[in-house]
Structures are given as C-alpha cells and as structure tokens.
C-alpha cells in the first residue's frame, strides 16, 4: 500500500515567491493534516481536513497561507508571498478516521522549503 | 492548554544497553499519547500509542511506555538498543489538536 506522498521533496525559493505543496494521502483516508516543523522542534499543527472541510485553520497564517482540498482527496498548501522565517518542513499526515477519534496518522517524508 | 515537554534534547547510548526517554504531558483530561520515530528524510513512524487500560503499551521495534497519572509521564523504553535505533524521537498528546515536543534526539555508540 502506498504511503502519504508528498511533492516537492524540497524547494528553493527567493523571498516574496510564491511556492506551492502537494500531498496524496492514503487512499480511503478521510482526515488530512498539514503540519510545520521548524529544525529542532517537534510538527505544528497548521490545517486540518476532515474530508473536504477545513475543520481546524487555527494556526493557518491566512494572509500568506492557504490551502484547500479538492474533492477530499488530494490536498494543495500554498504560501504567498514566501517570507524568511518560512523556510521549514512541511508535513502532510493522513488518518482514516475523525481526528477526534485518535487515530494513528501516517505521515508524507515532507517538502523541505528554504527561502533566500 | 496541553503541552509536551521532552527534557532531554540529545540521549547517546551504547549499542545493546537500555534506553529511556522522557516524556511530561499537561493535558485538561485523559490524554491520547503516542511516541513517533522520525528517521532523517523519512516521515514520523508511530511507535505506540495510550488511549485508556493498561497502563504499559507495547509498541513496535520492541520499545514499550508506560502511563503514569501521578507524575504526567509517558515515558518511552527499551531494553536493549540497536544501532538502527540511532534517530529522533517525539512525544505528542492529543487527538485532532495533537501537541508535539520538541523531540529527543537518540545517538548509538557502537
């Protein structure tokens, strides 16, 4: 069974850029997560998705982050315009069931995103 | 609100002795818990997870934790450490709004 995959693997962007992320999750799962992790520190929390709903963006920069979900399945982070301190890990996690359930998430190998 | 913290940055331990990582939660009820292994370049792998019952977990790779109410921990343990073992290790609580620590990460000797 494949895992969650995620596109780039890495990508190098000036300052101001716009950049985009893609993620796969695995098939059947319901729940999709999009997490940053700064070097050092464990995944934050930025999006998550149940189904196509954006059901928690609490920690979703909305004036340079953005994200959707198309038909439930695949999902697309996007920041714009790319500042300095973006430059992280972005992770893509997938669970079948409802978050609040504690399912186990799968997690993609993340992109690795450094701004100059 | 819950938090993770993970005292301990950076753990070495020789290939074959035991290994104990330390993991202190707040959490306003019966936490979810679960410890991830991260390999560099690789996603997280989830290790085991706590959700209520018994309060000593057995998990994959050989790595157990156990429970404890009293002092807040979930401490993730093996008897015997391998050299494939050597990568970084989080605790996380929670379930949807799951709070990760900043992770321990495990160096072996050989």
């Known amino acids: 069974e494949a895992g969650v995959v995620q596109s780039p693997r890495y990508k190098i962007i000036e300052k101001k850029q716009p950049v985009a992320f893609w993620c796969n999750p695995i098939?059947?799962?319901?729940?999709l997560y999009w997490y940053l992790q700064n070097l050092g520190q464990g995944p934050e929390l930025l999006i998550r998705?149940?189904?196509?709903?954006?059901?928690?963006d609490s920690q979703l920069p909305k004036d340079r982050f953005s994200a959707e979900r198309l038909k439930g399945v695949d999902s697309t982070l996007k920041i714009q315009p790319a500042e300095l301190g973006d430059s992280a890990v972005y992770l893509c996690?997938?669970?079948?069931?409802?978050?609040?359930?504690?399912?186990?998430?799968?997690f993609g190998p993340g992109t690795r995103l450094t701004v100059l | 609100a819950q938090s993770v913290t993970q005292p301990d940055i950076h753990i070495t331990v020789s290939e074959g002795a035991s290994l104990e990582l330390r993991c202190n939660y707040s959490y306003g009820a019966t936490p979810y818990l679960f410890w991830y292994v991260q390999s560099p370049g690789q996603g997280l792998q989830l290790l085991l997870k706590y959700f209520s019952g018994d309060t000593l977990v057995q998990g994959i790779k050989g790595f157990e934790a156990e429970f404890k109410r009293s002092q807040s921990s979930f401490n993730l343990r093996k008897p015997s450490v391998h050299w494939s073992d050597a990568a970084e290790y989080f605790c996380?609580?929670?379930?949807?709004?799951?709070?990760f620590g900043a992770g321990t990460r495990l160096t072996v000797k050989p």
């Open positions: 996690a997938s669970s079948l069931g409802e978050a609040r359930l504690g399912d186990e998430q799968f």
């Open positions: 098939s059947g799962h319901n729940t």
């Open positions: 996380a609580v929670g379930a949807g709004d799951m709070r």
């Open positions: 998705y149940e189904n196509e709903e954006a059901v928690d």
